[in-house]
């Protein structure tokens, strides 16, 4: 499971592409609701969670990598700095990192770029969904109005008041979304060549070799079961109320 890293990176990078954009429009739409900015971000998060993985990494790739020339097309790291470059721990950005070799950092964070964003992008229409509609219901409380007619601002009263009551939807839906992302890793390692575990379940499969299957499956299965308890022990932070 030397591949489970890889996964792992993507997995990361995408679902805080994902939290970025989908988290960010939907905060943004809820409180311009029912107003252009609100509309054009709507249809956006209808239209990235509706687009197929595996078009939208190769439209990525023609235009970003092949016709632009702004990012690699595949794999985790360029064939010249492979050869000297040695990860230690699996992750290739924590590696390069550590290294302090300005070079390899730029090159494996180029090659994170593509990969993250085809991944995230459908979670970031459903976690911008989610926050719209969490956030929606959280504004017309009473307690928001009470903090209204303090007189405290709009900021303050979003920020501190609504948001921390609207993260429990939404904090459980960010966790549902590593199995999410474990399933889009499966097309997103196979178009840009990311020798990660998904594709190595791939290529177990098509090989029918029945013993790694079953240890990446429950590998998998094991790892999404402890970030949904990870995110179980998250709910006792933000909400008090919900502490055993």
């Given at each position: 499971?030397?591949?489970?890293?890889?996964?792992?990176?993507?997995?990361?990078?995408?679902?805080?592409?994902?939290?970025?954009?989908?988290?960010?429009?939907?905060?943004?739409?809820?409180?311009?609701?029912?107003?252009?900015?609100?509309?054009?971000?709507?249809?956006?998060?209808?239209?990235?969670?509706?687009?197929?993985?595996?078009?939208?990494?190769?439209?990525?790739?023609?235009?970003?990598?092949?016709?632009?020339?702004?990012?690699?097309?595949?794999?985790?790291?360029?064939?010249?700095?492979?050869?000297?470059?040695?990860?230690?721990?699996?992750?290739?950005?924590?590696?390069?990192?550590?290294?302090?070799?300005?070079?390899?950092?730029?090159?494996?964070?180029?090659?994170?770029?593509?990969?993250?964003?085809?991944?995230?992008?459908?979670?970031?229409?459903?976690?911008?969904?989610?926050?719209?509609?969490?956030?929606?219901?959280?504004?017309?409380?009473?307690?928001?109005?009470?903090?209204?007619?303090?007189?405290?601002?709009?900021?303050?009263?979003?920020?501190?008041?609504?948001?921390?009551?609207?993260?429990?939807?939404?904090?459980?839906?960010?966790?549902?979304?590593?199995?999410?992302?474990?399933?889009?890793?499966?097309?997103?390692?196979t178009v840009f060549s990311w020798p990660?575990?998904?594709?190595?379940?791939?290529?177990?499969?098509?090989?029918?070799?029945?013993?790694?299957?079953?240890?990446?499956?429950?590998?998998?299965?094991?790892?999404?079961?402890?970030?949904?308890?990870?995110?179980?022990?998250?709910?006792?932070?933000?909400?008090?109320?919900?502490?055993?």
């Open positions: 499971f030397l591949r489970f890293p890889a996964t792992l990176e993507l997995a990361f990078f995408g679902l805080m592409f994902a939290w970025i954009f989908g988290f960010g429009t939907g905060l943004l739409a809820a409180v311009r609701v029912d107003r252009p900015i609100d509309h054009v971000v709507r249809i956006f998060h209808i239209g990235s969670f509706a687009m197929p993985l595996f078009w939208l990494g190769l439209m990525l790739q023609v235009i970003f990598a092949v016709k632009l020339g702004w990012f690699p097309v595949a794999t985790r790291i360029g064939g010249r700095i492979a050869f000297t470059f040695q990860s230690k721990t699996g992750f290739y950005l924590f590696d390069a990192i550590m290294s302090g070799n300005g070079k390899v950092i730029a090159d494996v964070a180029k090659h994170l770029v593509l990969p993250s964003i085809t991944l995230g992008f459908a979670q970031a229409g459903l976690l911008g969904r989610m926050t719209r509609a969490s956030m929606l219901e959280v504004l017309d409380a009473d307690y928001v109005t009470t903090a209204r007619a303090k007189g405290l601002k709009e900021r303050i009263v979003i920020m501190r008041h609504a948001l921390r009551n609207a993260l429990i939807p939404i904090v459980t839906v960010f966790g549902l979304q590593f199995a999410i992302l474990m399933g889009g890793a499966v097309l997103t390692e990660g575990i998904a594709s190595f379940l791939v290529r177990s499969i098509e090989s029918r070799d029945w013993p790694a299957i079953q240890g990446a499956i429950v590998f998998i299965a094991i790892f999404i079961s402890v970030i949904n308890l990870l995110v179980d022990i998250a709910y006792s932070f933000i909400d008090p109320r919900v502490r055993y």
